[in-house]
Protein backbone atom coordinates (compact mmCIF):
# COMPACT_ATOMS: atom_id res chain seq x y z
CA UNK A 1 0.00 0.00 0.00
CA UNK A 2 1.02 3.25 -0.74
CA UNK A 3 1.99 5.33 2.49
CA UNK A 4 1.18 8.86 3.67
CA UNK A 5 2.93 11.44 5.70
CA UNK A 6 1.30 13.77 7.92
CA UNK A 7 2.27 16.10 10.65
CA UNK A 8 1.49 14.52 14.24
CA UNK A 9 0.27 18.04 15.08
CA UNK A 10 -1.61 20.98 14.25
CA UNK A 11 -2.88 24.20 15.91
CA UNK A 12 -5.15 26.89 14.40
CA UNK A 13 -6.88 29.98 15.54
CA UNK A 14 -10.83 29.22 15.77
CA UNK A 15 -12.16 30.96 13.02
CA UNK A 16 -9.04 30.81 10.78
CA UNK A 17 -8.20 28.95 7.51
CA UNK A 18 -6.44 25.65 8.12
CA UNK A 19 -4.40 23.61 5.53
CA UNK A 20 -4.02 20.09 6.73
CA UNK A 21 -0.95 18.95 4.25
CA UNK A 22 -0.44 15.41 3.30
CA UNK A 23 2.59 13.39 1.15
CA UNK A 24 2.21 10.95 -0.62
CA UNK A 25 5.25 10.48 -3.04
CA UNK A 26 4.91 6.71 -4.09
CA UNK A 27 1.15 7.15 -5.01
CA UNK A 28 -0.15 5.39 -7.76
CA UNK A 29 -2.25 6.42 -10.67
CA UNK A 30 -5.53 4.38 -9.57
CA UNK A 31 -4.56 5.60 -5.84
CA UNK A 32 -7.93 7.52 -4.33
CA UNK A 33 -6.55 10.46 -2.04
CA UNK A 34 -9.09 9.93 1.24
CA UNK A 35 -9.46 12.53 3.96
CA UNK A 36 -11.13 11.17 6.99
CA UNK A 37 -11.52 12.91 10.61
CA UNK A 38 -12.32 11.28 13.81
CA UNK A 39 -13.53 13.11 16.81
CA UNK A 40 -13.19 11.69 20.30
CA UNK A 41 -14.49 8.56 21.09
CA UNK A 42 -16.52 8.57 17.90
CA UNK A 43 -16.00 6.42 14.44
CA UNK A 44 -14.66 8.15 11.80
CA UNK A 45 -16.10 10.55 9.40
CA UNK A 46 -15.60 11.10 5.80
CA UNK A 47 -14.16 14.57 4.53
CA UNK A 48 -13.66 14.52 1.47
CA UNK A 49 -11.78 12.76 -1.22
CA UNK A 50 -10.37 12.85 -4.84
CA UNK A 51 -8.31 11.38 -8.01
CA UNK A 52 -6.80 14.04 -9.87
CA UNK A 53 -8.87 17.38 -9.98
CA UNK A 54 -9.27 19.93 -6.56
CA UNK A 55 -12.31 18.81 -4.87
CA UNK A 56 -14.76 20.76 -2.88
CA UNK A 57 -18.09 20.00 -0.30
CA UNK A 58 -19.29 21.73 2.11
CA UNK A 59 -17.04 20.44 5.16
CA UNK A 60 -14.18 21.26 3.21
CA UNK A 61 -11.47 21.40 0.41
CA UNK A 62 -8.83 18.93 -1.60
CA UNK A 63 -6.26 20.50 -3.47
CA UNK A 64 -3.98 18.06 -5.01
CA UNK A 65 -0.70 19.02 -6.66
CA UNK A 66 -0.41 18.69 -10.42
CA UNK A 67 2.17 15.58 -9.92
CA UNK A 68 -0.43 14.28 -7.17
CA UNK A 69 2.80 13.29 -4.76
CA UNK A 70 1.13 15.44 -2.37
CA UNK A 71 -2.34 16.93 -0.92
CA UNK A 72 -3.52 19.66 1.21
CA UNK A 73 -6.74 19.46 2.89
CA UNK A 74 -8.10 23.23 3.53
CA UNK A 75 -11.14 23.84 6.05
CA UNK A 76 -12.05 26.95 5.25
CA UNK A 77 -12.91 28.71 8.55
CA UNK A 78 -12.13 26.33 11.66
CA UNK A 79 -14.39 26.19 14.92
CA UNK A 80 -14.10 24.28 17.59
CA UNK A 81 -16.34 21.15 17.01
CA UNK A 82 -13.25 20.96 14.07
CA UNK A 83 -10.65 19.41 16.79
CA UNK A 84 -10.40 16.37 15.35
CA UNK A 85 -7.71 13.61 14.33
CA UNK A 86 -7.09 13.73 10.09
CA UNK A 87 -6.22 11.04 8.19
CA UNK A 88 -4.87 11.14 4.86
CA UNK A 89 -5.38 7.83 3.45
CA UNK A 90 -4.58 6.23 -0.16
CA UNK A 91 -7.26 3.59 -1.78
CA UNK A 92 -8.06 2.10 -5.13
CA UNK A 93 -11.54 1.82 -5.79
CA UNK A 94 -13.25 -1.17 -4.33
CA UNK A 95 -10.06 -1.40 -1.97
CA UNK A 96 -9.47 -1.15 2.07
CA UNK A 97 -8.67 1.31 3.68
CA UNK A 98 -6.11 1.35 5.92
CA UNK A 99 -5.25 4.29 8.75
CA UNK A 100 -2.07 5.77 9.41
CA UNK A 101 -1.35 8.30 12.72
CA UNK A 102 -3.19 11.15 10.71
CA UNK A 103 -2.68 14.62 12.09
CA UNK A 104 -3.97 15.80 15.47
CA UNK A 105 -5.80 19.21 15.30
CA UNK A 106 -5.97 21.44 17.99
CA UNK A 107 -8.33 24.83 17.70
CA UNK A 108 -7.55 27.54 19.59
CA UNK A 109 -10.47 29.90 21.01
CA UNK B 1 -24.32 10.60 3.42
CA UNK B 2 -24.84 7.16 4.03
CA UNK B 3 -25.56 5.84 7.14
CA UNK B 4 -24.14 3.03 9.26
CA UNK B 5 -25.05 2.11 12.43
CA UNK B 6 -23.57 -0.48 15.46
CA UNK B 7 -25.36 -1.85 18.28
CA UNK B 8 -24.73 -1.68 21.11
CA UNK B 9 -22.75 1.22 21.25
CA UNK B 10 -20.86 -0.08 24.69
CA UNK B 11 -20.73 -3.31 26.24
CA UNK B 12 -19.14 -4.42 29.90
CA UNK B 13 -18.58 -8.18 30.05
CA UNK B 14 -16.97 -10.74 31.95
CA UNK B 15 -14.12 -12.63 31.16
CA UNK B 16 -15.05 -15.68 29.21
CA UNK B 17 -18.14 -14.44 27.68
CA UNK B 18 -18.78 -14.10 24.22
CA UNK B 19 -19.93 -10.83 23.02
CA UNK B 20 -21.83 -9.90 19.78
CA UNK B 21 -21.97 -6.42 17.85
CA UNK B 22 -24.00 -5.63 15.06
CA UNK B 23 -23.22 -3.02 11.97
CA UNK B 24 -25.65 -2.07 9.53
CA UNK B 25 -25.98 0.05 6.74
CA UNK B 26 -29.48 1.67 7.31
CA UNK B 27 -29.90 3.78 3.66
CA UNK B 28 -27.43 1.75 1.22
CA UNK B 29 -27.11 -2.02 0.61
CA UNK B 30 -23.58 -3.10 1.37
CA UNK B 31 -21.81 -5.54 -0.43
CA UNK B 32 -18.69 -5.27 1.63
CA UNK B 33 -18.04 -4.39 5.14
CA UNK B 34 -15.18 -3.75 7.53
CA UNK B 35 -14.26 -4.37 11.24
CA UNK B 36 -11.27 -1.83 12.83
CA UNK B 37 -10.04 -2.06 16.32
CA UNK B 38 -8.83 1.20 17.64
CA UNK B 39 -6.73 0.99 21.54
CA UNK B 40 -6.19 4.22 23.38
CA UNK B 41 -4.27 6.94 21.81
CA UNK B 42 -3.52 4.78 18.23
CA UNK B 43 -5.33 4.68 15.45
CA UNK B 44 -7.45 2.35 13.66
CA UNK B 45 -6.40 -1.28 12.91
CA UNK B 46 -8.19 -3.12 10.16
CA UNK B 47 -9.27 -6.56 11.36
CA UNK B 48 -11.18 -8.08 8.45
CA UNK B 49 -13.04 -7.65 5.42
CA UNK B 50 -16.41 -9.09 5.21
CA UNK B 51 -18.81 -9.89 2.12
CA UNK B 52 -22.22 -10.69 1.86
CA UNK B 53 -22.50 -14.50 1.66
CA UNK B 54 -18.40 -15.32 1.50
CA UNK B 55 -16.55 -15.72 4.39
CA UNK B 56 -14.01 -13.13 5.91
CA UNK B 57 -10.71 -12.29 5.01
CA UNK B 58 -8.67 -11.50 8.43
CA UNK B 59 -5.45 -9.17 8.32
CA UNK B 60 -2.29 -10.94 9.23
CA UNK B 61 -2.22 -11.48 12.95
CA UNK B 62 -5.99 -11.36 14.20
CA UNK B 63 -7.24 -14.69 15.00
CA UNK B 64 -10.57 -15.43 12.54
CA UNK B 65 -11.63 -18.56 15.55
CA UNK B 66 -11.96 -15.45 18.29
CA UNK B 67 -13.19 -12.86 16.41
CA UNK B 68 -15.84 -14.48 14.51
CA UNK B 69 -17.35 -12.17 11.43
CA UNK B 70 -21.10 -13.07 9.75
CA UNK B 71 -22.28 -10.98 6.91
CA UNK B 72 -25.49 -12.87 6.44
CA UNK B 73 -27.73 -9.90 4.36
CA UNK B 74 -26.35 -6.85 2.38
CA UNK B 75 -27.24 -4.87 5.35
CA UNK B 76 -25.89 -6.85 8.54
CA UNK B 77 -22.23 -7.70 9.59
CA UNK B 78 -21.84 -9.08 12.87
CA UNK B 79 -18.36 -9.51 15.10
CA UNK B 80 -18.97 -11.67 17.74
CA UNK B 81 -15.66 -11.49 20.10
CA UNK B 82 -15.52 -15.64 21.21
CA UNK B 83 -14.47 -15.82 25.22
CA UNK B 84 -13.34 -12.34 25.63
CA UNK B 85 -10.61 -11.67 27.74
CA UNK B 86 -9.42 -8.16 29.44
CA UNK B 87 -6.85 -7.61 26.11
CA UNK B 88 -9.64 -7.63 23.96
CA UNK B 89 -11.18 -4.52 25.75
CA UNK B 90 -11.19 -2.00 23.14
CA UNK B 91 -13.41 0.09 20.70
CA UNK B 92 -14.22 -1.63 17.49
CA UNK B 93 -15.66 0.04 14.36
CA UNK B 94 -17.69 -1.01 11.44
CA UNK B 95 -17.38 0.52 7.88
CA UNK B 96 -19.32 -0.40 4.99
CA UNK B 97 -19.23 0.26 0.91
CA UNK B 98 -21.73 0.30 -1.69
CA UNK B 99 -21.16 -1.54 -4.59
CA UNK B 100 -18.71 1.37 -7.01
CA UNK B 101 -18.50 3.23 -4.28
CA UNK B 102 -14.62 5.10 -4.25
CA UNK B 103 -15.56 5.19 -0.17
CA UNK B 104 -16.58 3.89 2.71
CA UNK B 105 -18.61 5.22 5.48
CA UNK B 106 -18.34 4.47 9.10
CA UNK B 107 -20.50 3.29 12.54
CA UNK B 108 -19.90 5.37 15.41
CA UNK B 109 -18.46 2.44 16.84
CA UNK B 110 -18.92 0.32 20.01
CA UNK B 111 -16.85 0.12 23.11
CA UNK B 112 -15.97 -3.33 24.47
CA UNK B 113 -14.67 -3.68 28.43
CA UNK B 114 -14.10 -7.47 29.18
CA UNK B 115 -13.77 -7.73 33.29
Known amino acids: DAKTTQPNSMESNEEEPVHLPCNHS???????IHWYRQLPSQGPEYVIH???SNVNNRMASLAIAEDRKSSTLILHRATLRDAAVYYC??????????FGKGTRLHILP | GAVVSQHPSWVICKSGTSVKIECRSL??????MFWYRQFPKQSLMLMAT?????????EQGVEKDKFLINHASLTLSTLTVTSAHPEDSSFYIC???????????FGPGTRLTVL
Open chain 2, 27 to 32: DFQATT
Open chain 1, 50 to 52: GLT
Open chain 2, 95 to 105: SARFPGADTQY
Open chain 2, 50 to 58: SNEGSKATY
Open chain 1, 89 to 98: ILSKRDDKII
Open chain 1, 26 to 32: TISGTDY
